[in-house]
């Protein structure tokens, strides 16, 4: 998550250089996307610039320890300016108590399903934050199989925003959806792979919201299931279609 890792890059920065201010920090597209880039506008004495850039290069690494290998390693880039926008930077102390409150909200996997062994049951993750004026506004994206495990989490991360004096907004969340297994529409879609493929498909669950929760709320008398070609690297910035599955998954469909 990269406005974490820009979090905990600037929370040091701040501790190390006094004469350091955040004028902004703004991250992420999309609410329910693990950000992948992250960026701020800093304040920064002249005499200090090559300093402080030194120092953010040699502790990048440290604050993104956790980062996949197969997104490469993290990069950071600067960009120097003499002009200042009007809006002057609040002070550091502020920005030091906001950081803290972001490294602190819940964030990432929750808990695990008891019903499919392995798969992720709840999970939430810092998506957005965007320095509007004299607002800094975050977005976090809560989803749960569970429906008690969803409105837990939503009331914890309220509590925890609340507690750091944030105004705390709730939008209309991704439903729950369990797993049915005895699912008869699912049995007739794995009769159907079976028929193209000539094997029987390895069912397995994934942790994801889907618009069947949306529809399973209305109409949860209504067996359903999500079917499609294979999705890569989904929710990312290198999601993509898999092209070759399609004809199969047009003759299952029919």
Known sequence: NAILALCSLLQIGLRSFPELRVAAINGGDADNVIPSTAGAELWVPSGAIDAIEGFFKEMLPVCSPDLHPRFG??????????????????????????????????????????????????????GVIRTDENQLQIVSFARSSDAAALSRLTARICQQLSGHDAQVVLDEASPAWEADLDNPLGRAAQYAFMSVHGQAPRVVGIHAGLECSLLHAHRPELPMISIGPDILAAHSTNEALDLTTLPAFYRILK
Do not use: H
Request: with cysteine; aromatic share 8%; charged share 10%.
């Open 73 to 126: 390693q993290p990069t950071l880039t600067f960009a120097r300016s003499d002009f200042a926008p009007a809006a002057g930077p609040i002070c550091a102390a502020q920005w030091l108590q906001i950081m803290t409150a972001l490294r602190q909200i819940a964030n990432g996997v929750q808990s695990w399903s008891e019903i499919t062994p392995g798969l992720v049951e709840t999970s939430t993750n810092l």
